[in-house]
C-alpha cells in the first residue's frame, strides 16, 4: 500500500457526502501529479459513507469507525497534512495529532454564517478562495490569527464536467435554493418562503425554460413547510413540462450544480455558494439573489454579491416575471459584477486555482518536514521514481 502524504478527513454520514464529493477530481489530480509526488488517501468513520466515496473516487478509502483505530491508522500511515471540508465536530478527534499539518478547506465559498466559525483557529491554516472570505474572517472572529488564510481560490470551479442539461433555443432561468441550515441564524432558503412564486413567475416569461436544482438536502428535508413546497414545486415544473413539452421545463435533483450553470442565461438562488459559483463562472449573465429576512441594508452589508444583483423579497415578488424578462435583454448589474467576482476571486483564471492548490499543498507538506526533522520514506522515492 503506497502510504499517503495528504489525508482528507470526513466523519460523517452519506447526507453530508455532498460537501466532500466536487473535491474528489481536484484530488485525483493532486495524487496522481509525477514531477511533485503527494499520494493522497480518504479517512471517514461511518461505513455508509466509505460505501458512497468508493462508488465515486479511485482514492484508497479508509473506514475507521472508533477512535482507537483512528490512533492506530495514523501511525501506520505516517501522514504529513490532513484536509477537512467541513467543520463537524468529530473533526476535532482527528486534531488531536499533533504530527501533522492540520488543512480546512471548506466545502464552498459563500456569504453565510456558517462559513466563519471559531473552529478556524483549531487548523494550522484555512484555504480561502480570496479576499471576501479574509475579510469574512477577521470581522467575525475575535483574535484571530490573519496569516493562517491562505488565499486559493476555487479549484472545482476549474473543472467541467459534462453537462447535465440538453441545447435548447430557448433561454435558460435556472432555480437553485439552498437548504434551511440547521439553525435560525443559517437559513436563507427561498423553498418554503417564494419558491412557488419564483417558478410560477419564471413559467410566464416568454421564450424560457425553466431548471429547478435544489441543494441536494432540500430534496431530503425532514422540515415540513420545505418539504410540503419542495414537492408543490416539483409538481408546477412536471405540469408545465406536461402542456409544453417542447420548452424543456425541468427539476434536476441529483448530480453537479456545475453541470448545469455552463448552459444557464440567468440564474435565481438564495444566499449560498451556487451563487458566487456562477459569479465566478457566468460573470457576464444576470443573477438574482432572495431575502427571507426582507432587511435589504444587511443583505448589502454581509452578501456583498447582492450589491450587483437583483434581490428578490416579498415586496417585489408579484413583478418578478417581468423583471427577468427585463434583465434578459439588458443587463444592468454586468460591469459591477466584473468588479465584485475580483473581490471574491482574486484575479485567478482557468486553471490557477488548481494549481494554487497544489503549490499550497507542496508548501505545506516541505513544511511539515522542516519541523519535524523528517528525511523522505523509502516508498516516497519509489514513487518519485516510478
Same mark, same amino acid.
Not at 432558503?189 to 425553466?210: K, Q, Y
Not at 434578459?328 to 494554487?356: C, K, N, P, Q, W
Given at each position: ?39 493522497? !488517501? ?16 479511485? *482514492? ?34 482527528? *486534531? ?11 466545502? !464552498? ?23 471576501? +472570505?479574509? /475579510? ?48 435560525? =441564524?443559517?437559513? =436563507? ?39 410540503? +413546497?419542495? /414537492? ?26 456545475? +453541470? ?19 459569479? =465566478? *463562472? /457566468? ?15 444587511? *443583505? ?24 427577468? +424578462? ?17 473581490? =471574491? ?27 519535524? !526533522? ?13
Amino acid at each position: 500500500m503506497r502510504k499517503p502524504h495528504v489525508i482528507v478527513y470526513f466523519a460523517d454520514d452519506p447526507t453530508r457526502v455532498y460537501q466532500l464529493l466536487p473535491w474528489l477530481p481536484v484530488l485525483e489530480s493532486l495524487d496522481a501529479r509525477h514531477l511533485v509526488v503527494h499520494p493522497v !488517501g480518504i479517512v471517514v468513520r461511518e461505513p455508509a459513507t466509505a460505501s458512497v466515496l468508493r462508488r465515486h473516487t479511485r *482514492l484508497p478509502v479508509h473506514l475507521v469507525p472508533e477512535f482507537a483505530e483512528l490512533v492506530a491508522l495514523y501511525d501506520a500511515l505516517e501522514a504529513k497534512v490532513v484536509l477537512y471540508c467541513n467543520n463537524g465536530m468529530r473533526n476535532f478527534e482527528s *486534531l488531536l495529532d499533533g504530527r501533522m499539518l492540520h488543512v480546512h478547506i471548506n466545502h !464552498g465559498e459563500s456569504d453565510k454564517q456558517s462559513m466563519v466559525s471559531n473552529n478556524a483557529k483549531a487548523y494550522d491554516r484555512v484555504f480561502v478562495a480570496g479576499e471576501a +472570505a479574509v /475579510q469574512r474572517h477577521v470581522a467575525g472572529l475575535m483574535e484571530f490569527d490573519e496569516r493562517k488564510l491562505v488565499r486559493i481560490g476555487r479549484p472545482q470551479l476549474d473543472l467541467r464536467p459534462e453537462p447535465l442539461l440538453p441545447r435548447s433555443d430557448r433561454r435558460t432561468v435556472l432555480y437553485a435554493p439552498t437548504w434551511e441550515g440547521d439553525a435560525a =441564524y443559517n437559513d =436563507y432558503t427561498s423553498v418554503d418562503v417564494f419558491g412557488e412564486g419564483i417558478v410560477e413567475a419564471v413559467l410566464t416569461v416568454p421564450d424560457v425554460r425553466l431548471v429547478y436544482k435544489p441543494h441536494p438536502k432540500v430534496t431530503t428535508s425532514t422540515t415540513p413547510a420545505i418539504a410540503s +413546497a419542495h /414537492q408543490r414545486i416539483l409538481a408546477l415544473v412536471d405540469e408545465a413540462a406536461r402542456r409544453d413539452p417542447g420548452a424543456g421545463h425541468v427539476s434536476i435533483t441529483r448530480g453537479d450544480i456545475l +453541470a448545469v450553470i455552463p448552459s444557464c442565461d440567468a440564474m435565481i438562488t438564495d444566499v449560498s455558494s451556487v451563487g458566487l459559483d456562477w459569479l =465566478y *463562472l /457566468q460573470t457576464d449573465k444576470p443573477i438574482f439573489v432572495t431575502d427571507r429576512h426582507h432587511d435589504s441594508e444587511r *443583505l448589502r452589508t454581509e452578501v456583498p454579491v447582492s450589491r450587483c444583483a437583483d434581490v428578490i423579497d416579498i415586496g417585489n415578488l408579484p413583478g418578478l416575471a417581468e423583471l427577468i +424578462a427585463a434583465r434578459l435583454e439588458h443587463d444592468e448589474h454586468r460591469i459591477a459584477r466584473v468588479a465584485m467576482r475580483h473581490h =471574491y476571486f482574486g484575479d485567478v483564471a482557468a486553471g490557477e486555482s488548481t494549481m494554487r492548490f497544489f503549490t499550497a499543498i507542496d508548501e505545506l507538506v516541505a513544511l511539515r518536514d522542516r519541523l519535524t !526533522g523528517a528525511t523522505p520514506r523509502a516508498d516516497d522515492l519509489d514513487a518519485a521514481t516510478a
